[in-house]
């Protein structure tokens, strides 16, 4: 079956680097987007990748191991708005997305 | 440009009414989506449409329907709602689908209630 696993929760302080990462098990792969998603509001996108490594985007960064089936988001800098939950979703061979339970992060001052 | 816009915000039914949920996007895109999210699991696809005309089945398309009359507009209906349908439900849309990796798109939501 497809399944994706993440952490729940994550705690971190402003400033601080925080690391969440993701495992899945899709039939077939097209990619894998990471989303953020604040409290009573839509999903926004974040980043995408299909190879292998990381790509860097401002104070986000997102890895990609298709290999070990594993990806992670980083985020630098942590500032207060940053307090959302992170959605891993790889694509599957249907073009469809498998999405995770999302992991909460949450920023301390 | 407004994007996609759902309607209503929020809405609680009474278990056994028909219900239609809207989503309008004005981007142009081919293909639509309607999702639903619950607290503790990942969204899951409710129907799909890769463009006007035609329309496909998700993971949970029980107790729903869905029509695709023009590229703009994607209704999901529930004809007799259950208490289990209680969630957010999420509408979206990406430029193609059906073989491509876009970036999907979400509209703010609706909160259902079904009591």
């Known amino acids: 079956g497809q399944n994706i696993d993440q952490p729940t929760e994550m705690t971190a302080t402003e400033g601080a680097i925080v690391q969440i990462n993701c495992t899945y098990q899709?039939?077939?792969?097209?990619?894998l987007f990471w989303y953020q998603q604040h409290a009573g509001e839509a999903p926004t996108f974040l980043s995408y990748?299909?190879l292998d490594g990381l790509e860097e985007k401002g104070r986000f960064s997102s890895f990609l191991s298709r290999s070990k089936g594993y990806s992670y988001l980083l985020l630098k800098e942590l500032q207060m708005k940053d307090s959302a939950s992170y959605l891993c979703?790889?694509?599957?061979?249907?073009?469809?997305?498998?999405w995770g339970a999302g992991t909460k992060l949450i920023i301390k001052p | 440009t407004a994007g996609i816009t759902q309607a209503p915000t929020s809405q609680i039914l009474a278990a056994g009414r028909s219900m239609t949920l809207r989503c309008t996007q004005d981007?142009?895109?081919?293909?639509m989506y309607w999702y639903r999210q619950d607290l503790g699991l990942g969204l899951r696809l409710i129907h799909y449409s890769n463009t006007a005309g035609t329309t496909g089945k998700g993971e949970v398309p029980d107790g729903y329907s869905v029509s695709r009359a023009n590229t703009d507009d994607f209704p999901l209906t529930l004809a007799s709602a259950v208490p289990s349908q209680t969630s957010v439900y999420f509408c979206?849309?990406?430029?193609?689908?059906?073989?491509?990796?876009?970036?999907?798109?979400f509209g703010p939501g609706t909160r259902l209630t079904v009591l």
């Open positions: 981007m142009r895109h081919n293909a």
């Open positions: 979703a790889p694509m599957d061979s249907n073009y469809q997305l498998i």
């Open positions: 899709t039939s077939g792969f097209n990619g």
């Open positions: 990748n299909v």
């Open positions: 979206a849309s990406s430029e193609t689908s059906g073989g491509h990796t876009d970036t999907q798109y």
